[in-house]
């Protein structure tokens, strides 16, 4: 019997080692859409899910007011025309047509 419990302990004690490895994904994952975020200056346009970039209705430098539509994100095979969240000028475009993007990305800023 003491033959089978070494396999085991070395089983167990491999267990806690994957688990540490799961748990600090997590978190370098949460941590990279906070940096993001942290430097971004102006209002951000984010993406509220994974999706595609059809168009852009503004461009760099254009005027919008608040609720005017920015962005044109295909997901789940609907388009959905993305909201100015403040009034102000485009600052920066970040993606183009045609590229993937997940939630959370910044897809323009508006200062």
Same mark, same amino acid.
């Given at each position: 019997? &003491? *033959?089978?419990? !070494?396999?085991? #302990? /070395?089983?167990a004690?491999k267990?806690p080692?994957a688990?540490e !490895?799961?748990?600090?994904k997590?978190?370098?994952?949460?941590a990279?859409? *906070?940096a993001?975020g /942290? !430097?971004?200056?102006?209002?951000p $346009?984010? /993406? &509220? @899910?994974?999706?595609?970039i059809v168009?852009?209705?503004k461009?760099?430098?254009?005027?919008?007011?608040?609720?005017?539509? $920015?962005? $044109?994100?295909?997901?789940?095979? @609907?388009?959905?025309?993305? &909201?100015?969240?403040?009034?102000?000028?485009i600052?920066?475009?970040?993606?183009?047509s045609?590229?993937?993007?997940?939630?959370?990305?910044?897809? #323009?800023?508006? $200062?």
């Amino acid at each position: 019997m &003491p *033959a089978a419990a !070494a396999p085991a #302990a /070395a089983l167990a004690a491999k267990k806690p080692q994957a688990a540490e !490895a799961k748990e600090t994904k997590p978190e370098a994952e949460a941590a990279a859409p *906070a940096a993001a975020g /942290a !430097a971004v200056e102006g209002t951000p $346009v984010t /993406a &509220p @899910m994974p999706g595609m970039i059809v168009k852009y209705e503004k461009e760099v430098g254009d005027s919008i007011s608040q609720g005017e539509t $920015v962005v $044109v994100l295909e997901a789940m095979k @609907m388009e959905n025309a993305l &909201p100015a969240p403040a009034s102000g000028t485009i600052k920066s475009v970040n993606f183009s047509s045609g590229d993937s993007v997940a939630k959370g990305d910044v897809l #323009a800023v508006i $200062v």
